[in-house]
């Protein structure tokens, strides 16, 4: 029980929902000094926030409809989230071929002019336009492509996004509590009176707060209908969206981007060194929300879509991995469901008592700008989150990786620990960044990272995990704080998940 429960003090902020949004404001209003509890019904991004296709980006395909306000916002913040957590987000070359079919190349160089142009803090390189019969990126093109662009955009490991930001907050004091689900809650007195349930041991609490944050992603319509009970003329439009994973189609660090027929566009991305990440579909979704997956007709458009630009053949049975999400997109009627806008909408309900905010949609992108907005927006009604906005320039945990960026830091873990295989000091820099001494601590050998067998995970890392990650299954481990699932077979993850149970009891 934390101290702000037992003494029976109100919190400042609950915030419902543990997907990049609720764990971006828990982050801020926490070093604003507010009290902050964080509940998730499941684990960290168990959502929508880890089954994005991980990209830092303005949206190139949203100037086509109109959405500079959202661009211009994610392109700024695709600078900062860079310097922030240079171990989880990279840049990434993205090749665009021109295909007489779908757009005139001078709609893609002016789509790309302005994409370079729109934000003013852009350090990365800036589009050109490539000939595929000598540009290494062609090799991988059937010959009929000829011409195209390269333009610049940045990649996330997204559920350690969520994660991260977490850390920050607990670190900083609030109280993040997973497979903890918001069952009931109701104005008493001007405050919100909560009822929690813990669902690892099915026991209910209640605690107080002075506002609540329904950070609840594709529920943020059921929880206000549902389960607060409170009218809301704004309502949610959900869009499935599916991807796949096959082993790698390509050679080198570009993605493509490749426009369809339907207008739509599918990318194909390096992943997991081993495997190109294929996507996305929208598909939308009228049923309740949870755990979605993909369906054959999905894996079978994302096929013909790249096959359509490659030499090489993707076929429905090379998928080794696929996963979906629901996007949770405010509804602002559009017809078709790829052009409802991306873009967000913070509702302030005050009228009634004790505030409340309710985040429609959103990207990972602007999680951060989001949750500087939504800070903004409580802060007259909401004093204790009313102090400075702070996170543009503090790096997230691990992202004090030093001079030199990436390939430094590595070298100087490298250094340290010269008996770490190549590989795992790679894969421990990649998702901890100056986090990974945390993790090898005292250990001066392989033996003592305690490695099971079948992999290169070892019990100080899931040891961590449990620790200063919240992790508490092999499914945590495996598929959210990394993407070891992929790398290892069946034996391996049943030895990580003995090790879990015995571990967690
Ligand atoms: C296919 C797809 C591709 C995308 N690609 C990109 C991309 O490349 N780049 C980008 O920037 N954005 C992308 N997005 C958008 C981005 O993923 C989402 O906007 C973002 O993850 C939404 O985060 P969230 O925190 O609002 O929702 P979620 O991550 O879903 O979090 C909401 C959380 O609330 C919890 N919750 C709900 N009800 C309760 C309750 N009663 N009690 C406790 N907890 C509760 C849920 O368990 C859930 O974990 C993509 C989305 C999809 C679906």
Not at 34 to 47: G, I, K, N, P, T
Not at 51 to 65: C, P, V
Not at 115 to 123: C, E, G, I, P, V
Request: proline share 5%.
């Amino acid at each position: 029980m934390s101290q702000t429960e037992s003494s029976n003090v109100p919190y400042d902020l609950l915030i419902v929902g543990g997907g990049v949004n609720g764990a971006g404001i828990a982050r801020d209003a926490t070093g604003r000094g507010a009290s902050v509890l964080l509940v998730e019904q499941d684990d960290l991004a168990s959502y929508t926030s880890s089954a994005s296709t991980k990209l830092i980006h303005g949206g190139l395909r949203y100037l086509e409809y109109y959405e500079f306000r959202l661009v211009r916002e994610a392109l700024m913040e695709r600078e900062r989230l860079l310097k922030m957590a240079p171990h989880i987000i990279w840049p990434m070359r993205f090749v665009l071929p021109h295909s007489k079919l779908v757009r005139p190349a001078w709609m893609l160089r002016a789509g790309l002019f302005l994409y370079d142009h729109l934000a003013s803090n852009m350090t990365l390189p800036k589009s050109r336009g490539i000939d595929f019969r000598t540009h290494s990126s062609g090799r991988a093109l059937k010959p009929e492509y000829t011409k195209g662009f390269v333009y610049s955009d940045g990649w996330v490991q997204d559920s350690r996004l969520v994660v991260l930001n977490a850390i920050d907050a607990a670190q900083r004091g609030a109280d993040i509590r997973t497979r903890t689900r918001l069952v009931a809650a109701s104005r008493v007195n001007g405050l919100w009176e909560a009822t929690l349930e813990d669902r690892t041991t099915g026991a209910t609490s209640t605690v107080r707060a002075r506002a609540l944050v329904n950070a609840a992603g594709p529920w943020v319509a059921r929880l206000l209908a549902d389960t607060l009970k409170v009218p809301n003329s704004k309502s949610v439009r959900l869009v499935k969206g599916s991807h796949i994973v096959v082993p790698r189609v390509f050679e080198g660090p570009q993605a493509y981007i490749f426009q369809n027929p339907d207008k739509r566009i599918v990318f194909a991305i390096p992943y997991e060194q081993d495997f190109t990440l294929i996507g996305t579909t929208d598909i939308p979704w009228e049923q309740e929300p949870g755990k979605v997956a993909i369906a054959a007709d999905e894996i079978s458009y994302l096929c013909e879509s790249v096959n359509r630009y490659f030499r090489a053949t993707v076929k429905e049975s090379d998928v080794v991995w696929s996963y979906a999400g629901l996007r949770p997109l405010y509804d602002d009627a559009s017809a078709n469901a790829s052009a409802v806008t991306r873009d967000y909408v913070l509702d302030l309900d005050t009228q009634n008592g004790a505030p409340l905010l309710s985040i429609f949609g959103g990207k990972i992108t602007t999680y951060r700008k989001l949750a500087e907005h939504a800070l903004e927006k409580l802060a007259p009604v909401l004093p204790a989150v009313a102090g400075q906005s702070w996170t543009a320039n503090e790096v997230l945990p691990g992202g004090d990786i030093g001079e030199g960026g990436f390939t430094a830091a590595l070298d100087r873990l490298r250094r340290a620990a010269p008996w770490l295989p190549e590989g795992l000091a790679w894969r421990l820099m990649r998702n901890y960044g100056s986090r990974a001494y945390e993790i090898i601590g005292e250990a001066t050998s392989l033996a003592e990272m305690g490695l099971l067998p079948g992999g290169d995970l070892g019990t100080r890392e899931i040891d961590y995990l449990i620790t200063h990650e919240w992790a508490r299954t092999a499914e945590d481990v495996l598929w959210r704080r990394s993407k070891l699932g992929l790398h290892i077979n069946d034996a391996a993850k049943a030895g990580v998940e003995t090790y879990m149970r015995q571990k967690l009891g």
